[in-house]
């Protein structure tokens, strides 16, 4: 009994000293946000009253409303056609299962290996070289952002994988009833599928609210910028005014943290469809 | 979209022929529901990768390359910044992969006793890193491990060092900051996972090894592991993979400085192609190098973890 309880202390405390180090940086980033940038270079802990200056400020000086925009317009954007795209391929793989359906899936789950930076380049000049003729999707556009990113294997995957438990005499059903199989896929499966589609748009959503290196290498002018380059931006000049930054950082984090918590349990689902 | 519809549309007019007919339409009807995704897939994955390597054949500034064989792998070898580059990303592969998965496992066997209070809020906020940009969470690391940063006042109000850590402006101590860094973000995403799959370890194993004497750590080492090695497999190839790209970071954090100190390889595929003189036909040189070091570091993993899958 006597180790037992040892044992509980010691977990307590590893685990409130994992949790201190975790949580520090965003109590950090949040009370910087209502301090001066002298006092946050002084080591100051407590919230301060700026937070109002800090947010005119910031409005001040960087494009941070269209930022948002941008980066909200490419994020929800990409999560669509990304859910649309994936879903159909991943329901393709799994309801009309073939060999030759196996063998495409399997190189297609390849491209997962592929580093990005291998790619940039390439991109980069596929997208130099239609600029001319098709400037509504050549370099510096939000069709150059999306269109590369927009279909992942990962998703693809995921998608069969959650299908594998669908039960499909429903399907079966449903073509009886007159319709047809694309009717099939959005009258029944997409419904049923609800958690499926939660999961992935929060994670397609996420990852491309927080993109940086293709937004850097694609988008030049700064009325296109997202949030991610504008906070690099910002911590790269050299006479930072902390609490300015920390600021803009917070109002960042925020509507991915508030997703997030809303949606935690579908988040993890997502993460643990990776891998079953 | 369009595309399924279409091939519905499209059968309907062949001449019926009864089940070769009918064979023919669901294999055509199968096939176009995968299509824009197989098509997406080639044109900006596969595609591009044939043209890097090609290009990575090439040489010239900006867009006027011309054929030079073998001439930039030979480049490679006599390159310091390259072999830096390589040097530095593989010390972050072989210290952070480890030491992120020995503590995320660690964390994760502590929040999985059953008699702990608090477990949710132990979770979410070990977990919260995660919910952070890479460029986010980079930019605050810089000012918290600057040189008059709010680190080194903790460190030296508790007597712990006398003098500020240079933690960005020396090259030892910038590539610890860089690794600290991506620990913090990644520790809870890998503990979620250790953590689903604690849960499916049956209880009744720990019991007879409790009862057959076997420590805490015995424990560890002979039930926990073999029974996540699957899972550990996963994290160790995704953490692996995502190390070798590492980019936003370093980008972040130490621009690759002090010096080259800490620059990765992907940073030095960018430099290459948009910071210096654009010379795009290294660049991808330089880029499928990080494509070998991930095939072989894969395949090393599933060595390592031996027989199954």
Redesign the interface.
Known sequence: MKT?KA??I???T??SI??I???F??L??IVSATNKSVD??Q?R?LPGAHLIDNIKNLLHSVELVPALFNSAKISILTTILSL???S??G???E??R?KA?DI?FNI?LL????????????????F?SISQSFPLIGIDTMAAVI??T??T?FL?FFFRQSTKMFPQDILEAGRIDGL???GV?FKIYVPTMKTTYAAAAIITF?SS??S??WPL?ILQSPENQT??LL??N???SYS?D?GV??TA?VI??LP??LI?FIM?KHF?AG??GS?K | ?AT??KA?HGIARVPKKNIVNHKLK??L??????A???I??CL??????L??LI?SFQSGTG?NLEFVGFDNYMRLFKDPTFLTTVKNTVIYLIVQVPVMILLAL??SV??N?K??KYKA??R???F??C??????????????FSQ?G?IN??LMKLSIIAQPIEWLTDPFWAKITIIIAIT?RW???NM??YL?ALQNIDESIYEAARIDGAS?VQQFFKITIPNLKP?IL?TSITST?GT??L??EV??IT?GGPGNATMT??QY??NL??KYTPD?GY??TV??V??IL??LF?ILQFKVAGDKQ
């Open positions: 037992n044992k509980l010691f977990n307590y590893v685990l994992a949790t180090v975790s949580i940086p965003f950090w980033m946050v270079t080591g802990l649309i795209i994936a159909l391929a329901y393709g793989f309801i009309y073939s359906k495409v297609l491209s997962m290996m592929i580093p990005f930076a291998a790619l940039m380049v390439p991109l980069f000049k596929m130099g269109l590369p927009v279909t294997a693809i047809s199989e694309l896929f996420m609210w927080n940086y290196l290498v949030i991610p906070i690099s910002l911590g790269s930072p902390y930054i920390m950082i960042a984090t991915v943290a997030f935690q993890v993460m643990m891998v | 979209m399924p519809e519905i669901s294999t009807i199968g096939w176009s529901f995968i824009v995704a197989a997406s897939i900006f994955y596969f595609y591009p990768m043209k890097a290009l867009m660690f964390l502590l929040l006793n008699t702990l809020f132990f979410t906020a070990i919260l890193p919910v952070t940009s890479l460029v986010a969470y980079s930019v605050i690391f810089k000012y918290l008059d709010i006042q903790m913090w520790i809870g995403y979620i996972f689903s805490p899972i996963f993979i070798l790209q980019f936003d980008m972040n621009q390889i992907s595929i960018y192609s948009f795009f660049a991808a880029s499928y990080i494509v991930i095939v894969s």
